[in-house]
């Protein structure tokens, strides 16, 4: 076809989508060659038919064609498979490039722990919305000591896992060394993340980051809706099923409940 029809939109599509990939002539040919296996039919089989030679081509056309068009969308995908994984490669590479408004993969459950190299850069880390197990995982652990410290980024994260704290029924325990607790810190995290935005859901609340989650928080204990919670926590703290190692930066919910939670 590319003999006969080279300017054909097939033609055209088939040479975009092997640019993009970055296919060679030897595979070009390679799939040539097996088409035309495929397509042709040893002499001893072939049927005989009173049929003109130009119906004959023009159906050897036709599965010709189809099969391009198969090929194409296949190179298609592939093609669209290359972009993503370089796009990735590129957010791994440069992560302060990264889209805003796009949330980190794998939230629902499937999240991946901050590196140390993003914890030592918080100016990049916090320029871009980040979910609340992120907060919870990256407070549990130690900062690294050439990290720099961010006391408006310190006040929101502090009053975030004060909050992911009391939407933990079951307690937690983030205590123990770093190598040991990374399993528990993730996993609890996870469930008070799952807990609150199951919460404001239920509410037909919609919040992603956890700057937006806090100020809804802040809100609703305001008015009173999160006395539950609160009265649950501290049963648990009392009962020593809210485990962590009480660093003093962390703060606890307060035991009056007609007061503020936080203190700034």
């Known amino acids: 076809m590319l003999l006969h029809s080279p300017e054909s939109p097939y033609i055209k599509r088939v040479r975009q989508a092997l640019s993009q990939v970055q296919a060679t002539e030897a595979e070009i040919a390679a799939w040539a060659i097996v088409i035309h296996r495929t397509l042709k039919q040893p002499e001893k089989n072939a049927p005989r038919s009173p049929t003109p030679r130009r119906t004959g081509n023009d159906e050897l056309l036709r599965r010709q064609t189809l099969l391009l068009e198969q090929q194409a969308q296949l190179l298609g995908g592939l093609a669209a498979d290359v972009k993503e994984l370089n796009q990735r490669v590129g957010r791994l590479e440069n992560p302060s490039r990264e889209d805003?408004?796009?949330?980190?993969?794998?939230?629902?459950?499937?999240?991946?722990?901050?590196?140390?190299?993003?914890?030592?850069?918080?100016?990049?880390?916090?320029?871009?919305?980040?979910?609340?197990?992120?907060?919870?995982?990256?407070?549990?652990l130690p900062a690294l000591p050439n990290a720099r410290q961010n006391r408006r980024r310190h006040h929101e994260c502090k009053v975030a896992v004060s909050f992911m704290r009391i939407f933990l029924p079951m307690g937690y325990d983030v205590a123990g060394e770093e190598s040991d607790a990374k399993g528990r810190i993730l996993s609890s995290g996870r469930e008070a993340e799952a807990n609150i935005l199951a919460f404001l859901e239920a509410k037909n609340i919609k919040a992603k980051s956890h700057g937006t989650i806090v100020k809804v928080l802040k809100r609703m204990h305001a008015e009173g809706k999160l006395n539950e919670q609160i009265s649950r926590y501290q049963k648990l703290h009392q009962e020593g099923k809210a485990v962590e190692g009480s660093p003093l930066h962390v703060l606890k919910p307060c035991n009056n409940q007609s007061t503020m939670l936080f203190k700034c």
């Open 100 to 140: 805003s408004t796009q949330p980190p993969p794998g939230v629902a459950g499937k999240s991946i722990p901050p590196s140390d190299a993003a914890r030592a850069t918080p100016g990049r880390a916090h320029s871009r919305a980040k979910p609340l197990a992120s907060v919870w995982y990256e407070w549990f």
